[in-house]
């Protein structure tokens, strides 16, 4: 039962499935025809810390990844509803994520808080920062018909607050609050590399 919950992130399958994370329950759940929910994923079955459902997205195999808090673990779920850990990001929060195909494999993106990292993940307990937010919090992705990726952050700048360990970044940025930024993630022969930041003009201010 959800209904006392908070919808904080939703996805359609394929076919046309609704599935829904709910905090702080911490569960995703798919919607029935009947419009009924059932549990379809518990991740605090593999981890009893996890409660909040961020984010989600599907990639192109149709395994389903699970952006969590507060523990910062991303799950890989696959159509059955059995998951596992895919990635710690050692952020508390993941509250965004994005697949993509980049060459021949495919990407996950994943956006942390409270250091606004970015992350690009290629493979299980695989992953490259590829970009450092002056921002807390990277709060939505979108990908640019270009190959670049769009970044809304938002919070505090980072250098208020000590920042938490994680894998050294590989690109620092110098974006000014509410502007959104664009990095050039998985560009040939860039991969392990500091990535290329790109200033644009601002958009709508998040």
């Known amino acids: 039962d959800w209904s006392s919950d908070v919808c904080s992130s939703d996805l359609i399958d394929k076919s046309d499935r609704v599935y829904v994370g709910a905090s702080p329950d911490g569960k995703v759940y798919q919607l029935e025809g009947n ?7 518990d991740p605090a079955k593999l981890d009893a810390k996890t409660k909040y459902i961020w984010s989600m997205a599907f990639g192109a195999d149709g395994t389903l990844y699970v952006g ?8 890989r779920v696959d159509a059955s509803g059995k998951g596992d850990v895919y990635f710690e990001t050692n952020q508390t929060h993941v509250m965004t994520l994005l697949t993509r195909t ?9 956006g942390t808080e409270p250091n606004g990292l970015l992350y690009e993940i290629t493979a299980a307990n695989k992953a490259t920062v590829i970009y450092d937010s ?5 709060h939505q992705l979108a990908p640019g018909a270009d190959g670049s990726i769009y970044v809304a952050t938002l919070g505090q700048s980072t250098g208020a607050r000590q920042r938490q360990a994680t894998p050294a970044p590989a690109a620092s940025g110098g974006h000014s609050a509410g502007q959104p930024a664009s990095v050039r993630a998985g560009c040939p022969g860039h991969r392990g590399r500091p990535a290329r930041q790109q200033h644009r003009p601002a958009l709508d201010q998040a």
Do not use: M, Q, V
């Open 35 to 41: 419009g009924k929910a059932r549990e379809f994923f």
């Open 68 to 75: 969590t808090g507060d523990r910062g673990k991303i799950f």
């Open 102 to 110: 980049a060459g021949s494999g495919a990407e996950l993106l994943a």
């Open 134 to 138: 002056p921002l807390s919090e990277i």
